[in-house]
């Protein structure tokens, strides 16, 4: 059988060798680009923070600032104490217990769901409701705008109808479709409660921050990849082959 001729063969290595550099250096700068997008994101929320707190007339004047995340505000009103969820599995300085979620209403028919604090939950009966002091009515509270909760794995979920009726207020989520389910009110916002500790609640909340790091980190791994690539393809077609061709003459 006769063997492709070594041009061949030595082509056929480059454009795999090219492909490889290619597809590791474009996954390299990708990686750059979630990284930028992540200081520009980290950049915004820090801005944000540092704006004054809003009041509940300013929100009213102008409802579009309720999507500016992180922002914070100073709200006033009267708990739905009956309404009050505990979410499960939510971990807090390495613990683990209850996210307290109530509903605040504003005015009549407006409401926000105020995540209020972290509470451990009893070690020996995890399901056992924590017993949380009531919150005074018409009392302000600092917090800050919210993305939308993140959900937990969970085997089953029952519909927003069985959730009305849901005799438990210990669940696994809470999203904005059973916030405004567990309300008559509308439902403006979700908000994170800062400030001091009360209520026999933890609100020290870890910082909201977006490492770039990994990303960075990434990055440097493909560009490290499409390097060796390239140097393994230099190193076995062209300066080993010339060493043999060399030794050979």
């Known amino acids: 059988m006769m063997q492709k001729p070594a041009w061949r063969k030595r082509l056929a290595w480059g454009l795999l060798a090219a492909a490889g550099v290619?597809?590791?250096?474009?996954?390299?700068?990708?990686q750059l680009s979630r990284a930028e997008q992540k200081?520009?994101?980290?950049?915004?929320?820090?801005?944000?923070?540092?704006?004054?707190?809003?009041?509940?007339?300013?929100?009213?004047?102008?409802?579009?600032?309720?999507?500016?995340?992180?922002?914070?505000?100073?709200?006033?009103?009267?708990w739905l104490n009956d309404r009050t969820v505990f979410l499960d599995n939510r971990a807090h300085r390495g613990r683990v217990g209850f996210w307290v979620m109530t509903p605040l209403r504003l005015q009549a028919g407006q409401v926000v769901w105020v995540q209020r604090g972290w509470v451990e939950r009893d070690p020996l009966d995890p399901r056992k409701t924590p017993s949380v002091p009531v919150p005074t009515h018409g009392e302000t509270i600092v917090a800050r705008i919210a993305p939308p909760l993140s959900q937990q794995f969970e085997l089953g979920r029952s519909d927003s109808a069985t959730d009305a009726g849901n005799p438990s207020p210990i669940r696994a989520n809470l999203d904005a479709v059973q916030m405004q389910s567990l309300v008559q009110d509308n439902?403006?916002?979700?908000?994170v409660q800062t400030g001091p500790e009360g209520e026999g609640l933890r609100r020290d909340w870890p910082a909201v921050a977006l490492s770039a790091d990994k990303n960075q980190a990434y990055a440097?791994?493909?560009?490290?990849?499409?390097?060796?690539?390239?140097?393994?393809?230099?190193?076995?077609?062209?300066?080993?082959?010339?060493?043999?061709?060399?030794?050979?003459s």
């Not at 290619?22 to 990708?30: C, E, N, Q, S, V």
């Not at 579009?64 to 922002?71: C, E, F, G, L, N």
């Not at 439902?187 to 908000?191: M, P």
């Open 22 to 30: 290619a597809l590791t250096m474009r996954l390299g700068f990708w």
């Open 39 to 78: 200081i520009q994101l980290q950049s915004a929320i820090d801005q944000q923070a540092q704006l004054p707190a809003l009041d509940w007339a300013q929100l009213q004047k102008d409802p579009s600032a309720w999507t500016q995340i992180h922002r914070r505000v100073q709200l006033q009103g009267d």
């Open 187 to 191: 439902v403006l916002a979700l908000v």
């Open 220 to 248: 440097f791994q493909w560009f490290a990849l499409s390097a060796l690539l390239a140097f393994l393809y230099l190193w076995f077609q062209w300066i080993k082959a010339y060493r043999h061709g060399r030794q050979q």
